[in-house]
């Protein structure tokens, strides 16, 4: 009889029991999902509305500047018969306004200072001598460039360390770093992420870039906003004053200082203003320095005047934005160029243009929210480079191009 006494209180114990068993183990299966980030994923990276963005600076009140910002001079020891002075003689020559002579740091253990920056001919009463080098590793080629002397030792001792090392080097150093022929033999091994540039257009072989293109849309559509530029790479110069031919003078007359050529529109004539530039994308590249610039301008607001130009990035209204493509300097009388608008790694839309009208104009409405970038290149004949006549038909009918114009892109990236 004891057995069955009660039998309703223990039934309800019992039922009690399971129930706080049943909720115990949902808030656990919550509490692990959540620990577990099993819980509603929230993609973190998602396309959002660009916190306010600065507005583009001014597109009337400064200069073009051409340069070179990739040539080797006798302290790169592979160089025959190119001279400090001969370089900076040939740019004032060519109408080259600044130069960036960037010998291989490792043919002298990291020491740029005292050898190139040091050599008695690193000097110019009109040419914008940029001080850098270029930085040669077992995991690729990169260039510095700075508008005053910095500690080159301390980036040539960590490059073989870990990326994020050698980031904080750069940026205590405060130099610009560019990623070097990033296709090639000796192509960039690093991350993207803590390089200002690309060298989309190096020498005058013009085919070999196809795939530093490729890598530089990449960068950009995924969201990185990449200076692309251009340098000779040139490694040697043509034989004066009793000089012996070498088995690479060849070079000298076809590839040389200014194929490409890479102009920067700068606030001033000034380095600090040049590399300023370059770092905010308002640059593009020409074949060579006789041959036409590239210009690549937007009217946002559909007043009729152009307000902003590549490099500059600004947030989408939605609404359609005219572009306007047009190229200054020499055209070819009687010639017809061959504009190709890239849109976010794609083609968007091939136009002609005369050296007549010389510009050409588009329309578009770049979403709200998500990046868009627009590229331009400019094909047709070359405009003669008479120091370096067999640069043109290396170049092909690649007449330059322009960096982007941005919208939507995260200046925190």
């Known amino acids: 009889m004891a057995a069955n006494v009660n039998p309703p209180v223990v039934n309800l114990f019992n039922n009690i029991q399971i129930r706080a068993f049943a ?8 509490i692990s999902n959540v620990a577990f980030g099993q819980s509603a994923h929230v993609n973190p990276w998602a396309a959002t509305d660009v916190a306010l963005l600065p507005p583009p600076a ?3 009140q400064g ?5 070179e910002l990739h040539v080797h001079s006798r302290h790169s020891i592979e160089s025959s018969n190119n001279s400090v002075a001969k370089i900076i003689a040939f740019c004032k020559a060519v109408g080259v306004d600044y130069v960036c002579i960037t010998d291989h740091d490792n043919h002298v253990n990291g020491d740029v200072a005292h050898h190139t920056w040091a050599d008695p001919e690193f000097k110019s009463d009109s040419v914008l001598l940029l001080y850098g080098a270029e930085w040669t590793t077992t995991r690729g080629h990169g260039n510095a460039f700075s508008a005053r002397p910095y500690d080159h030792q ?7 360390q870990r990326d994020i090392v050698i980031g ?30 690309i060298e989309v257009w190096n020498s005058a072989i013009w085919a070999n870039n196809a795939n530093a293109i490729m890598i530089w849309d990449d960068m950009l559509s995924s969201g ?24 690479n003078t060849y070079q000298a007359t076809a ?8 102009w920067v529109f700068a606030t001033s004539r000034t380095s600090q203003a040049v590399v300023d530039a370059l770092t905010n994308g308002r640059v593009s590249v020409s074949a060579n320095p006789y041959g036409p610039r590239v210009e690549f301008l937007a009217d946002l607001d559909g007043d009729g005047k152009m307000d902003m130009m590549m490099g500059d990035n600004v947030k989408s209204t939605g609404k359609p934005v005219k572009f306007r493509v047009q190229l200054s300097g020499n055209t070819i009388p009687g010639a017809t160029y061959t504009v190709k608008v890239v849109k976010n790694g794609d083609d968007f839309g091939t ?37 370096v006549p067999g640069s043109m038909a290396l170049s092909g009918n690649m007449v330059g191009l322009s960096n982007p114009i941005y919208f939507n892109f995260d200046p925190n990236f």
């Open 23 to 30: 909720w115990m183990v949902v808030f656990t299966v919550i």
């Open 58 to 60: 001014s597109i009337t």
């Open 63 to 67: 200069v073009w500047l051409k340069g």
């Open 154 to 160: 301390k980036l040539y001792d960590v490059r073989d």
């Open 168 to 197: 904080a080097v750069k940026k205590q150093l405060g130099i610009h770093l560019s990623a070097n022929h990033p296709s090639g033999k000796d192509h960039f091994g690093y991350s993207y992420d803590m390089v200002n540039s």
């Open 224 to 247: 990185r906003k990449l200076t692309g530029r251009g340098g000779s790479d040139a490694h040697h110069g043509v034989p004066v004053n009793g000089e012996k031919p070498g088995k």
């Open 255 to 262: 590839n040389y200082v200014g194929t490409p050529t890479t």
């Open 351 to 387: 136009y002609t243009i005369d050296n007549k009208t010389a510009m050409v104009e588009f329309t578009d409405a770049p979403q709200v929210l998500n990046r868009a970038y627009y590229r331009v290149v400019v094909e047709g004949p070359q405009t003669p480079y008479p120091q």
